[in-house]
């Protein structure tokens, strides 16, 4: 479940590409000294993917979180086994309770079973970013 974990450098990435995006569809060409606010202002939006793409991963997560199978096994650690050497990896639950303002996993986690209370998370959670 690595796939879904964003580092700060994909993240970054990710709010360029947007810009980009933005910047093309208004043919602002690549030379032009144009600030990213002003591009904003002009197309009258403000920046969403990444704020779109958390709040689709907590979905997915309370989605995995209320079923009983390998999945959830997986997405918790409680698979059994050998840890491979050197730092572990980050997790994808860490990531999304750091952007979601809760201070434990297991807070968050046992908000799934209650889906309004979990819907109420994911809207009033403080993205990154954004």
Do not use: Y
């Not at 918790?76 to 980050?90: A, V």
């Not at 994808?92 to 986690?109: E, F, P």
């Amino acid at each position: 479940m690595r796939v879904w974990t964003i580092a700060k450098e994909i993240q970054r990435k990710i709010e360029a590409a947007e810009m980009w995006f933005f910047r093309r569809m208004l043919r602002v060409p690549w030379t032009a000294r144009k600030m990213n606010e002003e591009v904003l202002k002009e197309t009258e939006t403000t920046r969403s993917l990444m704020n779109r793409i958390q709040r689709r991963q907590a979905k997915f997560v309370g989605h995995i979180m209320r079923r009983e199978g390998l999945e959830n096994l997986i997405t918790t650690g409680r698979m059994e086994g050998k840890k491979s050497r050197g730092r572990q990896r980050e997790k994808m639950l860490d990531g999304m309770t750091s952007w979601m303002g809760t201070k434990r996993v297991t807070d968050a986690l046992s908000e799934t079973w209650d889906r309004e209370s979990w819907k109420d998370m994911i809207a009033n959670a403080k993205g990154q970013g954004t």
